[in-house]
C-alpha cells in the first residue's frame, strides 16, 4: 500500500488533535465516537474486534488510536506499517494501553511476520488499497494459525450493476485522491479465491459506497 503523507515540522498528539483515530491514513474515518464518559469505539471497529484473543496482527496502523479499541487480556497486538510517519505517531497509544505492541516496518504484499504466527489478522480499509490483495491474502493465510480467523471491513463492489459501473469508471481519479483505493473491487470474491471461507458478512454503506464487514477463516 503506497501511502502519501505531507510534510510534517511535529509529529501530532493523537490524544487531542486525533482523539478520535482514524482507520486509516488515506480512509481518515473515526474508529471512536462520543464524548467524556460515552466515548467509546464505532459500531464497525467495536465488531471488528469483538471477541479476539492471543496474538492479532493488524494491518496498518493509522494513527495508532484503534489500539485502544481491542479488548483487553490479548498476548499481543502487532500492528505492520509500511510508512515511517505512521509508525512513529502510532507509538504513543501503543504505550498507553496494558497490551504488549509491536510495530513493524514491512512490505503489505510480504508480511514480517512468520508461519502460522497470528490467532487472528484484521484488514481495515488496506485491501482496496494494495496493489495485488491476493498476495495479501495470501500472506494473510500464511501467517495465521490453524483455525485462526480473518476479520475484515472494506470496501466491496457495487451489486447494482449502474453503480458498479460508475465506481470503475471512477476508480483512476478515486485511486489518486485516496492512497490508492480501488472501490470497484470484489473483496468477497477475492477473500474466497485466497482460500477463505466466508463465516459471517454484513453489507453497509458509508457514504453511499458499499462495504462489508465479517470474518472468515482459511479452508
Known amino acids: 500500500m503506497a501511502v502519501r ?19 486509516q491514513f488515506h480512509h481518515p474515518r473515526p474508529v471512536c465516537i462520543g464524548h467524556g464518559s460515552d466515548f467509546h469505539p464505532t459500531p464497525q471497529r467495536e465488531r471488528l474486534t469483538a471477541g479476539l484473543t492471543g496474538r492479532v496482527l493488524e494491518i496498518g496502523a493509522g494513527d495508532g488510536v484503534k489500539l485502544g479499541c481491542f479488548p483487553s487480556g490479548l498476548d499481543e497486538i502487532v500492528l505492520i506499517e509500511p510508512d515511517p510517519f505512521l509508525r512513529e505517531v502510532a507509538r504513543t497509544p501503543a504505550a498507553e494501553i496494558s497490551t504488549p505492541v509491536r510495530i513493524l516496518d514491512g512490505d503489505l504484499m510480504t508480511l514480517p511476520v512468520a508461519n502460522a504466527s497470528c490467532d487472528a489478522v484484521v484488514c481495515s ?5 494494495v496493489p495485488r490483495p491476493e498476495a495479501t491474502l495470501s500472506e494473510v ?7 485462526g480467523e480473518l476479520r475484515f471491513y472494506e470496501h466491496q463492489r457495487s451489486g447494482n450493476s449502474v453503480v ?3 465506481e470503475t469508471m471512477a476508480t483512476p481519479l478515486w485511486a489518486r485522491a485516496c492512497g490508492g483505493c480501488h472501490p470497484a473491487r470484489d473483496t468477497v470474491a477475492a477473500i474466497e479465491r485466497a482460500g477463505f471461507g466466508i463465516e459471517r458478512l454484513d453489507r453497509l454503506s458509508f457514504d453511499h459506497v458499499s462495504h462489508v464487514l465479517g470474518v472468515a477463516r482459511p479452508r
Not at 5 to 23: F, I, K, V
Not at 125 to 129: D, M, S, T, Y
Not at 141 to 147: D, I, K
Open 5 to 23: 503523507t505531507p510534510e510534517h515540522s511535529e509529529l501530532p498528539d493523537t490524544r487531542s488533535a486525533l482523539g478520535r483515530g482514524m482507520e
Open 125 to 129: 480499509l488496506v485491501l482496496c488499497c
Open 141 to 147: 493465510r500464511r501467517v495465521l494459525r490453524p483455525g
Open 164 to 166: 458498479a459501473l460508475i
